[in-house]
């Protein structure tokens, strides 16, 4: 029973580099959502995703872009990584428009 | 943006104490949920709430919505060493996306 899949788990990149976050859910939900945690704050969204095809904005949406390709899969893609992108990301996926089930995680820095 | 609180910020208690924390906002919210973050996991929901005044268990865990709505609590009661982790509150206001508090850390002495 897999649930919420990420990866990688981890990834060191340096300034000015691309790369794309990737997260898969198993559990048939429509909602699906990125998060960035960063010390001693709570999570913050990046993007939401409603359903296949859609895709929103949320609270930090600067400098990512997102793709919701099929019901399954929703990526998070730094076309330009910047330090202060270096955080822990977080998706999550649900059948309700409130996140139910997250994955572990990739830990992100940007050097 | 809306501003969740949450207090304490960090606890430090004895195995077996019963835990109280809670999140406040200056802001009316129609959802209350409370997640427990393990370290190098992702958060797991432990209570939704939903209706002012809502009081929900899960086990030795105890939610409450607020009566005025800009407030949430949570009771843990026994506490044991698998208690240990980041608490986090977040609120969803209207069709506005979910805001989180910044989290409460708990530790326990055995």
């Known amino acids: ?111 | 943006g809306q501003q969740l609180n949450q207090s304490p910020q960090s606890m430090f208690i004895q195995e077996g104490e019963d835990v109280s924390m809670n999140c406040t906002s200056s802001s009316i919210f129609n959802t209350w949920l409370w997640y427990k973050q393990d370290p190098g996991e992702g958060p797991v929901l432990l209570i939704a709430l939903y209706k002012a005044g809502e009081l929900t268990s899960n086990g030795r865990l105890t939610a409450q919505f607020g009566i005025t709505r800009k407030d949430s609590f949570l009771n843990i009661s026994a506490s044991i060493p698998s208690d240990v982790g980041i608490y986090f509150c977040a609120g969803q206001r209207g069709a506005q996306k979910l805001v989180f508090g910044q989290g409460t850390r708990l530790t326990i002495n055995p």
């Not at chain 1, 198993?26 to 990046?46: A, E, K």
Request: hydrophobic share 30%; charged share 15%; aromatic share 10%.
């Open chain 1, 1 to 111: 029973n897999a649930g919420v899949t990420q990866t990688p788990k981890f990834q060191v990149l340096k300034t000015g580099q691309s790369m794309t976050l990737q997260c898969a859910q198993d559990m048939n939900h429509n909602s699906m959502y990125w998060y960035r945690q960063d010390p001693g704050m709570g999570l913050r969204l990046i993007y939401y995703s409603a359903s296949e095809g859609t895709t929103d904005k949320g609270e930090v949406p600067n400098g990512y872009n997102v793709s919701r390709l099929n019901k399954r899969e929703f990526s998070l893609r730094l076309e330009s990584a910047a330090p202060s992108q270096t955080s822990v990301y977080f998706c999550a996926s649900s059948e309700t428009p409130l996140p139910q089930h997250f994955g572990d995680g990739t830990r992100l820095s940007i050097l």
